[in-house]
């Protein structure tokens, strides 16, 4: 995702850039005394954790993406390191990304297309499908990524239902949505689209209770933080027909393991952390980082602040 070159055209005459691979709070304290690092862009599985920061003299770590649950962010206030984050360069993309895998999941199209590539010719694929028409959609959190997700949703005839305490009741009626609680949400949802953030609140939020209230015809699709599911759960209730189906672009753990049995299920529609990927979301979000990066070497505030919780 992050280009190099895109990043030299913005930050060449202040910054030199040096690539380097992270995954690691070591590979990270290491690449930056190499460098003598003012400031990083870091990836999801690199830590930025406060004894990383305590070791470093850094100005800005800047994440490359929409999520920061890898980054300190209180402790990097504390060292007075500026983060930021692309909070809406792949909105749209997700969104769309949320819709093909529940679509995906409504009609199983991937399992047609196994067995026609594998010479079969199947009428049903194995399980009951539904008409879209006339069930409902439900949201575990609705911000900017959900309400478009709603948006693109809006002609195919679902009532839409969310569960956000946090979101404001002019944005619920902007969208014409129902607030429900957590436990109408699970008991009302044919399909339910989980984009809540990881948190410690959220985390293995959707569980075993969860998915035994839903119907055993509902749809999960997950393009938020793979942790806010219970994998073992999840894969629990696949196999078991607690559920129809469940499209996945996040993991609790990615790349998902060889040995994941996600894999091993047809009623499981994965794709590879990729909702973000287009043309024009990977230089948006190249464009953001270097310029904020820029601002904040030359003094000046940043487009994408990250707060931390405490202010």
Known sequence: MVDPEHQRRILGDIAEIHVAELGSEAALVEACREADADAVVTDIATPVTAEALSKLDLSIVARAAVG????????????????????????????????????????????????????????????????????????????????????LCSGFGLETIVY??????????????EPVSLDELYARSDYLSVNAPATPETRGMVDADAFGALDDDAIVVNTGRGAVIDEDALVDALREGDI?????????????PPDSPLRELGNAVLSPHAAWCSVEARAEVNEQTASDIKRVLTGDEPTALVEPRWN
């Open 68 to 151: 920061f649950d890898n980054i300190d962010v209180e402790s990097a206030a504390e060292h007075g390191v500026v983060v930021t984050n692309v909070p809406a360069y792949c909105t749209d993309e997700v969104a769309t990304h949320s819709v093909a895998l529940l679509l995906s999941c409504i009609r199983a199209t991937p399992t047609y297309d196994r067995a026609v590539r594998a010479g079969e010719w199947p009428p049903t694929p194995g399980r009951e499908l539904h008409r879209m028409k006339g069930r409902t959609l439900g949201f575990l959190s609705f911000g900017a990524i959900a309400q478009r997700t709603a948006e």
């Open 164 to 177: 956000d305490p946090y979101v404001d009741d002019d944005v619920l009626d902007e969208y014409g949505v």
């Open 244 to 256: 129809a189906a469940a499209g996945l672009d996040v993991f609790e753990e990615e790349p998902l």
